[in-house]
């Protein structure tokens, strides 16, 4: 939130938010749930939770385990690309630290900036 104004981060916060649940909770169990179906189309829970033929979906269980691999590859996609982002986040941080410390005017010795105008020597 450091890169929005100090004016607008509720919003930002709140339109980041949406966004999550938009592009991130709301679609993600709409897509798993088809693609379950279509790599394992006969492994069906009734009502009661249990399956409806359990031969017929034991026999599906390779659908199952892509469909839960695309599940844990899409976590860990996107636990790569959070990394990405804080580690471009600190650079952007550090060089802006270094920027703004290369800016600063210090005072050096001998120099009327010091208190009662002292003039010192190097190693004195």
């Not at 179906?37 to 390779?62: H, K, M, W, Y």
Request: charged share 20%; glycine share 8%; with cysteine.
């Amino acid at each position: 939130m450091n890169s929005v104004d100090r004016a607008y981060r509720p919003n930002a916060l709140g339109f980041s938010t949406l966004m999550v649940h938009l592009l991130g909770d709301v679609p993600a169990p709409i897509f798993f749930g088809w693609l379950k179906d279509t790599l394992a189309p006969n492994c069906v829970i009734s009502s009661t939770g249990n399956f409806i033929d359990v031969r017929l979906c034991l026999t599906e269980q390779r659908g199952i385990r892509q469909c839960l691999l695309m599940a844990y590859l899409w976590t860990i996609w996107s636990m790569i690309f959070l990394e990405i982002a804080r580690r471009l986040a600190l650079e952007r941080l550090r060089n802006e630290k270094q920027a703004t410390i290369g800016n600063l005017v210090l005072p050096i010795a001998g120099s009327p900036a010091l208190p009662g105008g002292k003039k010192k020597g190097i190693l004195s």
